[in-house]
């Protein structure tokens, strides 16, 4: 048997070829970040951005060496997961949406990481990356009382109406409804014209109800997040639940309290259902969607008002980064990249993207371009949403720790009296009576 | 003689005593490690489950965590809790409704496919198909057949000129639809379990019946499922303690609503947990949950008689 004598030079040659047969890194000698070779885990509910952002995750790659993997979810799913993994200080993810009615909870928790490290260090954000251009409004349930930041805003999900079947509300000699008063009118006008439901709406009703709460004169809190008293079983609050749940009964589509966002979404994309007040997000696809059947009558409005005033609904979703997060650096390289302005004019221009958070992006010529739909300027409606929500102050009651709690006691309420179980002044009675018990279970101390 | 004899035998049976005290003590260590293994993945868990349910334990609140200063709090909250007394009696119809459909389906079916038919055979394993789908495949099933834009049968039912109200969101039919989707579902369990019992059942007691001149209907009633009554009993007990265990179904289709018509003592505990992080709450709910599953599961060794001797 031959014995292989082992040299320095044979083993450098063995080192040498075999380092050649490896695959290279992808990135070599093309990063330039100082985290080259990571791998972030991302976390995000199934939202259009985070879709369209996605395209450009290659370039980002290329361009700094990080690797980025994301799981996607339902929005109820992912909330529950993510509630569960921040408060076991798990370390699964670098990257996650701080989803706007958990913000108050997982934000107050100490469960996400302040940004304010990362952008106030000039060795790791440039100026030129500007934080303050960040709409305040959306920017303000982001912060703590201190004002430090612990995500930016991704998605402000600014509510408008809107009506996939104007041309049956021009027909009935009707315009797009401004008042409450004025959606019974219009409802009663079009119900059931051309087989086309006259109101659709997803099933989340603390979100698409409140408006019209607050547009009655009531409040979900006394003073949120100071007081969080409950005002359920207030005369407005009464009023405008019957209302909303009578609105739901008598012209919303078959099975329209089990609608989730995209059936009510399909339900206008067909044309079997007309208005709806959401988000944004939900009322572009009927304009440029190509399944939209209703692309040619579509038309957008502010969301109807009420003796009070009108209170349209805006919740801001933003990218933060997990406290247990062992990459945090890596995880604001991506948040960085992700929400520049360079990104976001891309995602608008390339994408149509309308529930940009940055003002820059939303006063430029090309957000004005890609939000005129069906020839109106809806970015004009969208910037007043936006103006109208000034500080964020109603809709401080969606981001208090104990919303998640209150939300559930409305839903129920409102499921019950569309489903003629009980009457209004009875539902809310009882969810106020709820409400108050899972406030005080939360260690809070309210009183009349 | 004797005392010789009996002197004898002393060191013979302390030595017998002290090799079987040795061989129980060989056979602790051995079973030691699994015991412990077992205690460690069935008991503790329950016990954090109780000592947490003592507790206000929200993890939004550290201070919360380990805090016995009110340990009947949430017991107490339960007492005046309409929503838990509504989740109990809506489990209550729930359990009632499935575990009686489910047990009069499963014996129909397993009657007939006992028959001595070819075709029937073949069918057996097409009426196991609900049985061993994933439960969230079940629920979608359920999902489209309720939800009337994409519903075959609202189809169907619109083509006839039928106007039917969606089911899960109709406060009368939201609770039979989960009981429809549910005895759909698990029907083959008990029809598997009485089948197997039926298979055991003599012969020759039913010629003796036939020769009685008992007909098929009176054999099958006073001869059979008495003869299969241990069998049904425990298909019916396990149907039970499993109806309590409901959620995917109302997680998919209903969420515990409209309203709470839906909503289940599991699913509240649920809600409670993961929804609004008042983990004490929950846990306090479901060591009663845990205490009825026990107290049935005793009731299923009294009456079948498990490890009694024969």
Known sequence: MQRLSVTRRRMLAGVAGGAALLPAPAVLGKATSKYAGTTIRGAAFSLPFHQYLSTYFPEFEKETGIKVAFDIEAFPIYNQRMDLELSTGGSSYDVIIVTFIYQGKWIGAGWVTDLDEFTKDPNVTPASWDPVDFVPGVEASMRDAKGHTYAYGVEAGAMLLYAGRADLIDRAGLALPTTMDEVLKVCAAVHGKAGVAAWTADKLHHWNWPPYLEASGGRVFRDAPKDLMPLLDTPPAVASAAWYAGLLKTYGPPGVLSFTDDQALHSQLSGRANMRTNSITWGLPLAKDPSSTVAKTVRYGMVPGGPAGDFPGVACHGFGIPKGSKKKGAAWEFIKWALSKEMLLRVVKEHGYPSVCRRSVIESEVFKETLTLNGQDVAALYLKVLDQLGDGAYMRYRTVPVFPAVGDKINRAIDAIATGQQTAPVAMKEAEAQAIEAIRMGGYKIGR | ?310
């Open chain 2, 1 to 310: 003689m004797s005392l010789a004899v009996a002197a004898a035998a002393r060191p013979r049976a302390a030595k017998r005593e002290r090799l079987a005290r040795q061989r129980r003590r060989f056979l602790v260590w051995c079973l030691a490690p699994t015991l412990g293994v077992l205690m460690a993945v069935t008991l503790l868990p329950i016990l954090y489950l109780v000592a947490t349910s003592f507790t206000p334990l929200d993890p939004t609140n550290p201070a919360t965590a380990w805090n016995f200063s009110r340990p009947l709090l949430n017991y107490r909250l339960m007492l005046s809790d309409g929503r838990f007394g509504n989740s109990l009696w809506v489990q209550a119809k729930l359990s009632f409704w499935t575990v009686g459909l489910q047990m009069l389906i499963g014996i129909g079916f397993a009657l007939l496919l006992n028959l001595r038919s070819g075709m029937l055979k073949a069918l057996r394993t097409l009426f196991l198909v609900p049985m061993v789908l994933p439960p969230i495949v079940v629920g979608i099933i359920w999902k489209v057949l309720y939800t009337p834009d994409i519903s075959p049968a609202f189809w169907a039912f619109k083509a006839l000129g039928w106007k039917v109200a969606t089911p899960i969101t109709s406060a009368t039919w939201a609770l039979p639809s989960i009981i429809l989707a549910d005895t759909w579902e698990w029907f083959p369990l008990t029809m598997l379990m009485v089948l197997a019992a039926l298979q055991t059942v003599p012969e020759e007691i039913l010629d003796a019946a036939r020769v009685d001149g008992a007909r098929i209907w009176q054999a099958t009633l006073y001869v059979v499922l008495p003869y299969v009554r241990g069998t049904l009993m425990v298909a019916g007990l396990f149907r039970l303690i499993d109806s309590i265990k409901a959620f995917p179904l109302i997680y998919l289709l209903t969420d515990g609503g409209p309203g709470s018509v839906t909503e289940v003592t599991n699913y509240y505990a649920f809600e409670q947990a993961f929804n609004f992080s008042y983990v004490g709450y929950a846990s306090a709910i479901t060591v009663v949950l845990v205490t009825v599953s026990l107290a049935l599961s005793w009731l299923i060794v009294r009456l079948t008689g498990w490890g009694a001797d024969e």
